[in-house]
């Protein structure tokens, strides 16, 4: 695929209020893509998975760059 969005909303009870957000481009397979640490601004590949752990390993991530694969990235927090 080309790439998609995914966002994270609030309950009815509290309006549905978009918390957080994330729109990307084609991603390249076998990788994840998040952010590092957990709840920071910028955006990673990782290259090795932790599960529901959280990502810890800055030798196993590598910045996020728009330019190197093509693709860029809309957050909404």
Same mark, same amino acid.
């Given at each position: 695929k080309d790439g998609e969005s995914v966002a994270l909303y609030d309950t009815d009870a509290r309006s549905? %209020? @978009?918390l957080d957000g994330v729109a990307f481009g084609r @991603? %390249? #397979? !076998? /990788?994840s893509? #998040? /952010?590092?640490? !957990? *709840?920071a601004d910028e955006l990673y590949y990782?290259?090795?998975p932790t599960g529901a752990a959280p990502?810890? *390993?800055p030798a196993a991530i590598r /910045?996020? !760059?728009g330019r190197r694969? #093509?693709?860029g990235v !809309?957050?909404?927090l």
């Open positions: 549905n %209020k @978009q @991603q %390249k #397979g !076998d /990788r893509f #998040g /952010r590092f640490p !957990d *709840a990782i290259w090795e990502t810890y *390993a /910045r996020y !760059d694969t #093509g693709s !809309d957050m909404t």
